[in-house]
């Protein structure tokens, strides 16, 4: 049974720190997204990448937020420095593409990270 | 750009009753549709999709879900709803022309079912 793996699960820390959140997508699928989830905001899309390369991460405040893709088999999202608001669940979803001229845009998701920072 | 509106933020029903939640969607090309839910303390889990074909979808656990495209509407339906039905439900809507793969998701809407 293919699924997305995300860890930590659970992370807390304190303002100011970095953190690293890691995103293995189901072998195979060559897009990659990243959400935030809050009470107050929903469901944000903060960036995605097909085949490694960034499409859109017009989503994510660029001063303290980076994602990457170093190989197929790995994405990670990274805050550095993080502050209270970045409080939230982050999801890593995965997808492909099941024809060469539709894209059927199903996405897999992970079970989160659940980021507290203090 | 695309958007997605849930227009019930909560919905409380009793067991047993009927389930209709509203969804609809700004763009007027051809698109994928999707409902999702989110149980708590867990991740967004596929409930049902609409790609093409007949518009009336049946998905997992009794859900179903209408195409209604001259309502930009895909409300999902449940004829008798459980307690383990509690969730958030999350519509979804891509360009199914468009090779981005990006998903325009609503607010989601909290069901609450008492036993």
């Known amino acids: 049974d293919a699924r997305v793996t995300q860890t930590p699960r659970h992370k807390v820390t304190e303002m100011g720190q970095e953190v690293t959140m890691r995103c293995q997508p189901i072998?195979?699928?060559?897009?990659v997204f990243w959400y935030r989830q809050t009470m107050m905001q929903g469901l944000e899309l903060l960036a995605y990448?097909?085949?490694?390369?960034?499409?859109?991460d017009s989503g994510m405040p660029k001063d303290r937020f980076s994602a990457e893709m170093p190989d197929a088999t790995l994405a990670t999202l990274k805050i550095q420095p993080s502050e209270p608001r970045d409080s939230a669940v982050y999801f890593c979803?995965?997808?492909?593409?099941?024809?060469?001229?539709?894209?059927?845009?199903?996405?897999?998701f992970g079970p989160g990270t659940r980021l507290t920072v203090l | 750009a695309q958007s997605v509106s849930q227009h019930n933020h909560h919905v409380i029903l009793s067991e047993a009753a009927s389930l209709e939640l509203g969804c609809n969607y700004s763009?007027?090309?051809?698109?994928?549709l999707f409902w999702y839910v989110q149980y708590p303390g867990q991740h967004l889990q596929l409930l049902l999709k609409y790609f093409s074909g007949d518009p009336l979808v049946k998905g997992i656990k009794g859900f179903e879900a209408e195409f209604i495209k001259s309502k930009f509407s895909f409300n999902l339906r449940k004829p008798s709803v459980q307690w383990s039905d509690t969730a958030e439900y999350f519509c979804a809507a891509a360009d199914r022309g468009s090779t981005l793969g990006r998903l325009y998701f609503g607010r989601g809407t909290q069901l609450t079912v008492w036993p």
């Open positions: 763009y007027g090309g051809t698109v994928n």
């Open positions: 072998l195979g699928h060559n897009t």
């Open positions: 979803a995965s997808g492909t593409r099941t024809s060469e001229s539709v894209s059927y845009n199903e996405q897999f």
């Open positions: 990448f097909r085949n490694r390369a960034p499409l859109d």
